[in-house]
């Protein structure tokens, strides 16, 4: 799955979409689009606060402006952004209800930083192969999970 099909399934098809898998470049992919747009709102909001910033007036309306619509995008973002997280849990075969629980240990001192670890690897392992309890290999959906066919 590449680049464009990855923000297209992910923004499309499943925009809250809380059931079955979502291979490792699906949820990879989809994060490089919101980070490139995130930093994209931020340079442009940047550029323009250097060059129109006043000390008597403050940030000038325009600056205000992308930074709403960046503060909108991250707000539209938020949903998709667990759903396919959950769904590349669900690929390693661990259900999305602990991410919820690494999400809570996450606000602890020292803790956090380990649980962050923790969701880190998960998103980075392979996905079980073949079908799972969350649905078929998302990247083989053929494949059976018998194995000694």
Not at 14 to 40: I, M, P
Not at 74 to 103: K, T
């Amino acid at each position: 799955m590449g680049f464009s099909e990855s923000v297209r399934t992910v923004l499309k098809l499943k925009y809250v979409t809380f059931s079955g898998r979502a291979s490792r470049s699906e949820f990879w992919w989809f994060q490089l689009f919101y980070l490139l747009v995130l930093l994209a709102f931020g340079l442009v909001a940047g550029a323009l606060i250097g060059a129109t910033f006043d000390r008597q007036a403050g940030p000038s309306p325009l600056v205000i402006g992308i930074g709403i619509l960046g503060g909108l995008f991250a707000l539209a973002m938020f949903l998709p952004q667990i759903s396919v997280q959950v769904r590349r849990f669900h690929d390693r075969n661990i259900s999305g209800w602990w991410l919820l629980g690494l999400y809570i240990l996450n606000v602890i001192p020292y803790i956090g930083f380990i649980s962050s670890i923790a969701m880190l690897v998960i998103t980075m392992l392979k996905g079980t192969d073949g079908p799972n309890k969350f649905g078929a290999d998302p990247l083989r959906p053929d494949a059976t999970a018998a194995v000694f066919a």
